[in-house]
């Protein structure tokens, strides 16, 4: 019997110590578990959070500029992506588990998901501003040529305001009339260009905002593919920035091609006048 006693307390002895060991590994696991899920919770949180800036209306209805500033902005944010799939990966590793046990954890499923994730989010980004980068250079380019048509503009209109009208000499004066309707039409196309570059900023901005709002919603499920009717020409959104008005493009300013034409009705009556005295000093 005491042999016995003896094999039954060793058994005991090792039944208890594997229990304690496997009990040990347990409260690892969990311990490994509850970090992990703490990492996969951080991560989705900010992936959540990119999503809900990049699919905002307040984004959309900013200018094509400050929308890329603000996704250059959440692009540099998203190198914090990196470190937390990293601590992410590292407690996967970690867990002391089967590799079978850890394939079926729900929280490994979606750590896998979230990685996937965060890499796509990074690529969709990446893409929205190398468009919105695209339609900024071409819509400064617009810009530009804006400036100097208002400049050509303005110097026409100083032309005509410095030059006093020759009433002494009838040739000089249809010179000068001659000279100033080919300036009207010059304004006035002048005007009509700046127009249509007006057209085309506006349809720029219009086609920048489609193209990243279709890969936000690519990204993210349930938002619509629409634009928002402040996305649309001649709705003024509050964000979409105007080319700068200029008092020479409004014709009611009394600077555009029908001031011109009154210059113009002006020096007519001067050479009708200045024809009568002639012909009565000759008669």
């Given at each position: 019997?005491?042999?016995?006693?003896?094999?039954l307390?060793?058994?005991?002895?090792?039944?208890?110590?594997?229990?304690?060991?496997?009990?040990?590994?347990?409260?690892?696991?969990?311990?490994?578990?509850?970090?992990?899920?703490a990492?996969v919770?951080?991560?989705?949180?900010?992936?959540?959070?990119?999503?809900?800036?990049?699919?905002?209306?307040?984004?959309?209805?900013?200018?094509?500029?400050?929308?890329?500033?603000?996704?250059?902005?959440?692009?540099?944010?998203?190198?914090?992506?990196?470190?937390?799939?990293?601590?992410?990966?590292?407690?996967?590793?970690?867990?002391r588990?089967?590799?079978?046990?850890?394939?079926?954890?729900?929280?490994?499923?979606?750590?896998?998901?979230?990685?996937?994730?965060t890499?796509?989010?990074?690529?969709?980004?990446?893409?929205?501003?190398?468009?919105?980068?695209e339609a900024v250079?071409?819509?400064?380019?617009?810009?530009?040529?804006?400036?100097?048509?208002?400049?050509l503009?303005?110097d026409?209109?100083?032309?005509?305001?410095?030059?006093?009208?020759?009433?002494?000499?009838?040739?000089?004066?249809?010179?000068?009339?001659?000279?100033h309707?080919e300036?009207?039409?010059?304004?006035?196309?002048?005007?009509?260009?700046?127009?249509?570059l007006?057209s085309?900023?506006?349809m720029?901005?219009?086609?920048?905002?489609h193209?990243?709002?279709?890969?936000?919603?690519?990204?993210?499920?349930?938002?619509?593919d629409?634009?928002?009717d402040?996305?649309?020409?001649?709705a003024?959104?509050?964000?979409?920035?105007?080319?700068?008005?200029?008092?020479?493009?409004?014709?009611?300013?009394?600077?555009?091609?029908?001031?011109?034409?009154g210059?113009?009705?002006?020096?007519?009556?001067?050479?009708?006048?200045?024809?009568?005295?002639?012909?009565?000093?000759?008669?």
């Amino acid at each position: 019997w005491s042999q016995q006693v003896k094999q039954l307390s060793a058994r005991t002895e090792e039944l208890q110590l594997a229990v304690k060991t496997r009990l040990q590994n347990l409260q690892d696991a969990v311990k490994d578990i509850s970090h992990l899920e703490a990492e996969v919770k951080s991560l989705h949180a900010t992936v959540d959070q990119v999503q809900v800036t990049l699919a905002s209306p307040d984004l959309n209805r900013l200018s094509l500029r400050e929308q890329l500033t603000q996704r250059q902005r959440l692009l540099a944010e998203m190198d914090g992506f990196k470190r937390q799939v990293t601590a992410v990966q590292r407690c996967q590793s970690a867990l002391r588990l089967p590799e079978e046990v850890v394939a079926g954890l729900a929280v490994c499923r979606a750590a896998q998901s979230l990685q996937q994730e965060t890499s796509q989010l990074q690529h969709t980004t990446i893409q929205q501003c190398n468009i919105l980068q695209e339609a900024v250079v071409q819509y400064e380019q617009y810009e530009l040529e804006v400036k100097n048509l208002q400049r050509l503009i303005e110097d026409a209109h100083r032309i005509i305001q410095d030059r006093p009208v020759c009433t002494s000499n009838i040739q000089e004066l249809q010179a000068q009339i001659h000279h100033h309707e080919e300036l009207a039409q010059k304004i006035h196309g002048y005007q009509e260009q700046i127009a249509s570059l007006h057209s085309k900023c506006k349809m720029l901005t219009v086609k920048a905002k489609h193209a990243t709002m279709l890969l936000t919603v690519s990204e993210a499920d349930g938002l619509s593919d629409e634009l928002s009717d402040d996305d649309m020409p001649g709705a003024g959104g509050a964000g979409d920035k105007e080319l700068p008005a200029h008092p020479s493009v409004v014709m009611v300013s009394g600077r555009g091609p029908s001031h011109i034409l009154g210059v113009c009705v002006c020096l007519y009556v001067c050479v009708s006048v200045c024809v009568t005295a002639s012909s009565t000093t000759e008669t």
